[in-house]
T-cell receptor, first 110, second 114 residues
Framework: RKEVEQDPGPFNVPEGATVAFNCTYS??????FFWYRQDCRKEPKLLMS???SGNEDGRFTAQLNRASQYISLLIRDSKLSDSATYLC???????????FGPGTRLSVLP | ETGVTQTPRHLVMGMTNKKSLKCEQH?????MYWYKQSAKKPLELMFV???????ENNSVPSRFSPECPNSSHLFLHLHTLQPEDSALYLC?????????????FGPGTRLTVT
C-alpha cells in the first residue's frame, strides 16, 4: 500500500460547484498534514495546513480524521482559477520526511 | 515571489557532463530539501539538510551529490546521469528542523538528459 493515496481524478466541474477531495495515509504515527496546489509546470504552493479540529480558509475547508487516517479538502463555489493539481502531504514524524500524494487534478469549466 | 530561487530554470545535459543546480532561500529558514518530480509520479524526496547537516538521504544514486555550504544555499551536483533522470528538480525550505512547518518551494529546474 502506498504511504499517501489520493482520489485519482481528474475532476471536471462547472464554475460554482462544490468539490471534495480525499486523501488516505498509511502511517498511523503521522503528525502533520497539508494541502498544496500545483499549477501546470509550476512549483507546489501551500494551500493550507490541516489541523485536528478541522479548519477553514475562505472557500476551502480541510478536515482530518485520525481514526480512519484520511484528510479531506472541500472547495465551495469553484472558480476557474481553482483549476490545478491538489497535493496531499503528510509528515510521518517530527523530522523532515514529507511524503507527497500523487495529486488530484481539478478542472473548473466555464 | 522570490523566497526560494533556483538556477538554472532549464538544463539540457549529456550523460557524460557534470553540472550543478543551485538553490537559494531568502526566508531565514533552517532546513532545505531536494525533490525530484517525474511525469505522472509523486514528488520524491531526495535529500534533507537541517542546519547544514544532511539528515535524510532516500537511497539516491551517487551520481547525485548534494552540498549545503550554509543555511541559505543548497546545491545538487550532477554527473554521469541517465536519461531516466530527466525530471523537474525542486528545492524547498522550511523554518525549523525540529518542528514540522510547511515547506516553500522554488520554481524548479527542468532537467533533460540526452
Amino acid at each position: 500500500r502506498k504511504e499517501v493515496e489520493q482520489d485519482p481524478g481528474p475532476f471536471n466541474v462547472p464554475e460554482g460547484a462544490t468539490v471534495a477531495f480525499n486523501c488516505t495515509y498509511s502511517n498511523s504515527a503521522s503528525q502533520s498534514f497539508f494541502w498544496y496546489r500545483q499549477d501546470c509546470r509550476k512549483e507546489p504552493k501551500l494551500l493550507m495546513s490541516v489541523y485536528s479540529s478541522g479548519n477553514e480558509d475562505g472557500r476551502f475547508t480541510a478536515q482530518l480524521n485520525r481514526a480512519s487516517q484520511y484528510i479531506s479538502l472541500l472547495i465551495r463555489d469553484s472558480k476557474l482559477s481553482d483549476s490545478a493539481t491538489y497535493l496531499c502531504v503528510v509528515n510521518s514524524d517530527y523530522g523532515q520526511n514529507f511524503v507527497f500524494g500523487p495529486g488530484t487534478r481539478l478542472s473548473v469549466l466555464p | 515571489e522570490t523566497g526560494v530561487t533556483q538556477t538554472p530554470r532549464h538544463l539540457v545535459m549529456g550523460m557524460t557532463n557534470k553540472k550543478s543546480l543551485k538553490c537559494e532561500q531568502h526566508l531565514g529558514h533552517n532546513a532545505m530539501y531536494w525533490y525530484k518530480q517525474s511525469a505522472k509520479k509523486p514528488l520524491e524526496l531526495m535529500f534533507v539538510y537541517s542546519l547544514e547537516e544532511r539528515v535524510e538521504n532516500n537511497s539516491v544514486p551517487s551520481r547525485f551529490s548534494p552540498e549545503c555550504p550554509n543555511s541559505s544555499h543548497l546545491f545538487l551536483h550532477l554527473h554521469t546521469l541517465q536519461p531516466e533522470d530527466s525530471a523537474l528538480y525542486l528545492c524547498a525550505s522550511s523554518q525549523d528542523p525540529q518542528v514540522t512547518y510547511e515547506q516553500y518551494f522554488g520554481p524548479g529546474t527542468r532537467l533533460t538528459v540526452t
